[in-house]
C-alpha cells in the first residue's frame, strides 16, 4: 500500500500483457478507500481500471537510463548481473580505456557460468526497439567473441556477435534454447510430466546465420524488436548504414502459444515459460564477450549501447 502526499491510497500489484511475455510482470497501481469499519476496498470496483490519474501532481520525472555511452567512472543503475558484481577490474573496467566499456573475454559461451561476469543485462522495458553498439574486439581464435545480446536464463538467449569461424572473421547470429518438444501438447500433461518433458529436451545451440567481416576490428552491430517479439540482425561500419543478415526470430511465450494463436517462441524468453520451467523473469539485453576456446584472454571495448525506442523503418533498412 501506498499513501502519496496528497492522502490518497493505492494498492500495488503485478499484472502481464498478454501479447507481451516477454516484459515479464509490470507493477501497476490501483486507487483504494478505507471503510467505516477500518477495511480498504477498490475504489472504482473489484476489476482493476485501465486507466487512472497520475498519484502525484507535478511529479518529476524518473526513469532509468537505458543506453549507455560508457563516459562515467561508475557502471549505469540500469546494468546488473547474474553473480556478483566483479568491481575488482579483472573481468571489466570503465578506466582502462576511457568513455569505451572494457571487457576482459572469459571461458565458454553465453551460457557458460565464467562468462556471466562478462554478462551486462538491463530490462526490456520497449515493445518495438532497436539496441546498436560499436565494438572493437580483434577476434583470431576458437569462438571469440564480442557483441549483443537478449537473454533470459543461461539456456535461453539470442545472440548478434563479431568473432571467428574457419579462421576468419565474421558476424554470427545464434540462439541457445532447450525447446519443449514440438509433438508433446503441454496443455494435457501434468507438472511432473513437464519436468520430465523439459529434462529430455537437449539444449541446443543454433547458429542462425553467419556473414564475413570484411570491415575489421571496429564494427558496429543491430538488433531490431519489431513490437510483436520478434528481433532481426544487422551489422555495419558506421552505425548508419546497415546490412541485414539471417532470420527474423520469434522470442514470445511458448507455455501459452496455442492459446493465443501464435507459434512457440524458439527461444521462449518470456516470464512464463515454456512448461513453467523459466518462471519470473522477463527478457533482458546488453552486451558480452567471451573467448569460447581461445587460448587467451582478450579485450572487448564496447564504445557505447544505444537503446532506440519506436525507431522510424527507414532505420531498419539493410
Known amino acids: 500500500m501506498i499513501l502519496t502526499q496528497e492522502g490518497e491510497w493505492y ?64 557502471l549505469g543503475k540500469q ?6 558484481p566483479d568491481k575488482s577490474g579483472r573481468t571489466w573496467s570503465l578506466a582502462e580505456a576511457p568513455g569505451r566499456l572494457r571487457i576482459r573475454t572469459q571461458e565458454g559461451d553465453i551460457g557458460s557460468p565464467r562468462v556471466a561476469t562478462n554478462l551486462f543485462l538491463q530490462r526490456v522495458t520497449h515493445k518495438r526497439f532497436d539496441i546498436t553498439t560499436t565494438v572493437t574486439f580483434d577476434a583470431r581464435d576458437g569462438n571469440e567473441a564480442a557483441g549483443l545480446h537478449l537473454y533470459h536464463d543461461p539456456a535461453r538467449s539470442i545472440w548478434l556477435t563479431t568473432t571467428v569461424a574457419d579462421g576468419r572473421k565474421v558476424f554470427e547470429a545464434g540462439t541457445r534454447d532447450r525447446p519443449f518438444p514440438l509433438d508433446v501438447d503441454p496443455a494435457g ?9 523439459l529434462r529430455s529436451a537437449p539444449r541446443a545451440k543454433t547458429i542462425l546465420a553467419r556473414t564475413d567481416n570484411d570491415i575489421g576490428n571496429t564494427v558496429s552491430l543491430k538488433m531490431s524488436i519489431d513490437g510483436h517479439e520478434r528481433v532481426s540482425f544487422y551489422f555495419g561500419r558506421d ?32 516470464w512464463v515459460g515454456c512448461g513453467r520451467a523459466n518462471v519470473w523473469t522477463g527478457t533482458v539485453m546488453g552486451v558480452f564477450a567471451c573467448r569460447d576456446g581461445a587460448a587467451r584472454s582478450k579485450n572487448a571495448d564496447f564504445h557505447h549501447f544505444h537503446v532506440l525506442p519506436d525507431p522510424e523503418p527507414s532505420g531498419r533498412s539493410g
Open 79 to 84: 546494468w546488473f548481473f547474474h553473480t556478483r
Open 189 to 197: 500433461l501434468g507438472p511432473r510430466e513437464i519436468v520430465e518433458a
Open 239 to 270: 552505425g548508419k548504414r546497415w546490412s541485414a543478415m539471417g532470420p527474423e526470430v520469434y522470442f514470445g511465450d511458448s507455455w501459452h502459444h496455442s492459446r493465443r494463436g501464435r507459434e512457440p517462441g524458439r527461444p521462449d524468453l518470456g
Open 11 to 74: 494498492l500495488t500489484y503485478h499484472a502481464y500483457e498478454l501479447s507481451h511475455y516477454s516484459l515479464g510482470r509490470q507493477m501497476c497501481l490501483e486507487p483504494v478507500i478505507w471503510t467505516d469499519d477500518g477495511w480498504w476496498r477498490p475504489k472504482h470496483g473489484r476489476a482493476p481500471s485501465e486507466r487512472n490519474p497520475v498519484p502525484i501532481a507535478g511529479r518529476a520525472a524518473c526513469r532509468l537510463a537505458d543506453s549507455d555511452d560508457f563516459d562515467s567512472e561508475a
